[in-house]
T-cell receptor
Framework: GAGVSQSPRYKVTKRGQDVALRCDPISGHVSLYWYRQALGQGPEFLTYFNYEAQQDKSGLPNDRFSAERPEGSISTLTIQRTEQRDSAMYRC?????????????FGSGTQLSVL | AQSVSQHNHHVILSEAASLELGCNYSYGGTVNLFWYVQYPGQHLQLLLKYFSGDPLVKGIKGFEAEFIKSKFSFNLRKPSVQWSDTAEYFCAVRRGGADGLTFGKGTHLIIQP
């Protein structure tokens, strides 16, 4: 597709369930980022990949959160044993080159609600 | 810890008014500075960015921003706003060597026709 695609668009789950959020970046984009945005806040950096290598996961809040990008294209953000505080918009972004400061192209996000 | 402050969470202006949205950051080293915009129903997109050189940068749709190093500021300006500028605006900073951006909380701008 022409842009960054995220699925599902909305996810409602019960506390304690695992969820997997998918991001399909723009074709050919090397770098992929995950951000989380709580209501009334700006996006918060979670993790970042160049190709299939996870470069920085310092923003992941705890070990219930993990991400992978096994073939250097599609990425999955997994949250295990979800908690209500995990409710937020999860945004994926990609950029053409693995250099800092490159223009990020964002997807529409996945709105996660944990009941 | 690095932080980004946007002074106004909500701004309401009439068409043709001038706009200035404030952004300050706390990091003292080398930084890259960005403004992103999210129009209603759309995704975040880059408005403009500053890496180095001329501290006055021009972006899309008539927006500009000025980097004032001594004030740790990167305010966004537009001389005459339009109704279509209604959106949420986010200032973001990347410090030298870091991977992710640190975003401000955003400013919700409403332009009244």
């Amino acid at each position: 597709g022409a842009g960054v695609s995220q699925s599902p668009r909305y996810k409602v789950t019960k506390r304690g369930q695992d969820v997997a959020l998918r991001c399909d970046p723009i074709s050919g984009h090397v770098s992929l980022y995950w951000y989380r945005q709580a209501l009334g806040q700006g996006p918060e950096f979670l993790t970042y990949f160049n190709y299939e290598a996870q470069q920085d996961k310092s923003g992941l809040p705890n070990d219930r959160f993990s991400a992978e990008r096994p073939e250097g294209s599609i990425s999955t953000l997994t949250i295990q044993r979800t908690e209500q505080r995990d409710s937020a918009m999860y945004r994926c972004a990609s950029s053409l080159e693995p250099s800092h400061g490159e223009k990020l192209f964002f997807g529409s996000g996945t709105q996660l609600s944990v009941l | 810890a690095q932080s980004v402050s946007q002074h106004n969470h909500h701004v309401i202006l009439s068409e043709a008014a001038s706009l200035e949205l404030g952004c300050n950051y706390s990091y003292g080293g080398t930084v890259n500075l960005f403004w992103y915009v999210q129009y209603p129903g759309q995704h975040l997109q880059l408005l403009l960015k500053y890496f180095s050189g001329d501290p006055l940068v021009k972006g899309i749709k008539g927006f500009e921003a000025e980097f004032i190093k001594s004030k740790f500021s990167f305010n966004l300006r537009k001389p005459s706003v339009q109704w279509s500028d209604t959106a949420e605006y986010f200032c973001a900073v990347r410090r030298g060597g870091a991977d992710g951006l640190t975003f401000g909380k955003g400013t919700h701008l409403i332009i009244q026709p």
